[in-house]
């Protein structure tokens, strides 16, 4: 059975760190493109990062200089890095794969059971 296991998460003051890790579990053939999501009362789950197999990366505005996405396909992991935090990083943080279970099953979406983050200020 694939899915993601999440860990990392919880309660920061305004400013601290925090690192979020997401690991493939399971048989799989390949890990394409992965993501993190938060999803907030508001704002309902929007993209926070992205990097793609060449290592190609992508930030959503409101958290770049501050968060730092990164993989590691030996290992099948997936890590968030966010600095500086501030309270509208408040959510649920998910982590989601487009994955190849097969030569013959490709493109499969697998999230995670998400992660509260909260901020105080």
């Known amino acids: 059975q694939v899915y993601l296991e999440q860990s990392g998460g919880g309660l920061v003051q305004a400013g601290e760190s925090l690192t979020l890790s997401c690991a493939v579990r399971?048989?799989?053939?390949?890990?394409?493109?992965v993501d993190w999501y938060r999803e907030t009362p508001g704002n309902g789950r929007e993209l926070v990062a992205s990097?793609?197999?060449?290592?190609?990366?992508n930030y959503t505005a409101s958290v770049k200089g501050r968060v730092a996405i990164s993989r590691d396909d030996a290992k099948r992991t997936l890590s968030l890095q966010m600095n500086s935090l501030k309270p509208e990083d408040t959510g649920v943080y998910y982590c989601h794969a487009d994955l190849d279970l097969s030569k013959w099953g490709t493109g499969y979406n697998y999230w995670s059971r998400g992660t509260q983050v909260t901020v105080s200020s």
């Open positions: 990097v793609t197999r060449d290592g190609i990366t």
């Open positions: 399971g048989d799989i053939l390949r890990i394409n493109i």
